[in-house]
């Protein structure tokens, strides 16, 4: 079965400073895409950055960055210059070959310091 | 998001009733999918569907039923509601390609 983890249940970080969010994951197959959404309190689940399993290239999307391990099977979240706006619940996902049939992780929760 | 909206917003219902959830999409994307969220577990997938009348089962699909008649419809049923399925649940779809999930604003269901 596949499998997400994320072993940090909560993170904190002051304003400005970067934070990277860990995540592991399992699976048997070759071609897949990893995920990290965003939930703020109002529930709404926001794509943050999106890698393709054959693209040794680490996707970044302005400020969010990802350090993609293929072989470790890692998955990890940068989050540069933090600002408020970034608290949020964040969710590690894969799609094991099969987008839409997302397995998540259970999540780590991001405080923002100011 | 991505023209997908779900009804209820809220909704607070009996042990034993049936509960019917319903997501509807503008994209015509072909796949949709029923996901609950329950704090400590993430999201796990209930059902989905890959077209009209096209559904399988997700990884925690007992107790529910789907049905979709329409590429824009796709409905969540609870036959018998339990205090067990008190959650949020979301709709999400995709297309085809390139194109992420897109998730709709969730429903929270609690069933008393």
């Known amino acids: 079965a596949q499998t997400v983890t994320q072993s940090q249940p909560e993170m904190s970080v002051q304003e400005a400073e970067t934070v990277t969010l860990s995540c592991t994951y399992d699976?048997?197959?070759?071609?897949?895409?990893l995920f990290w959404y965003k939930q703020p309190p109002s529930r709404q689940m926001i794509l943050v950055i999106r890698?393709?399993?054959?693209?040794?290239q680490n996707a970044t999307e302005n400020r969010f960055s990802v350090n993609f391990q293929k072989a470790a099977k890692s998955f990890s979240l940068k989050i540069s210059d933090s600002q408020l706006g970034d608290a949020a619940m964040y969710f590690c996902?894969?799609?094991?070959?099969?987008?839409?049939?997302?397995?998540f992780g259970k999540g780590t929760k991001l405080s923002v310091k100011p | 998001d991505a023209g997908i909206t779900q009804s209820p917003r809220h909704k607070v219902t009996e042990t034993g009733t049936p509960v019917t959830l319903r997501c509807h999409q503008t994209?015509?994307?072909?796949?949709m999918y029923w996901y609950r969220q329950d704090p400590g577990h993430g999201l796990r997938l209930i059902h989905y569907?890959?077209?009209?009348?096209?559904?399988d089962k997700g990884e925690v699909s007992d107790g529910y039923s789907v049905s979709r008649s329409k590429t824009e419809d796709f409905l969540l049923t609870l036959e018998s509601a339990t205090s067990s399925q008190t959650s949020v649940y979301f709709c999400?779809?995709?297309?085809?390609?390139?194109?992420?999930?897109?998730f709709g604003n969730g429903t929270r269901l609690t069933v008393t």
């Open positions: 996902a894969s799609d094991g070959g099969s987008q839409g049939n997302l397995i």
């Open positions: 699976t048997s197959e070759s071609d897949y895409y």
């Open positions: 890698q393709e399993a054959y693209k040794q």
């Open positions: 994209e015509n994307h072909r796949y």
């Open positions: 569907s890959y077209g009209v009348k096209d559904t």
């Open positions: 999400a779809a995709w297309g085809t390609g390139n194109s992420p999930l897109h």
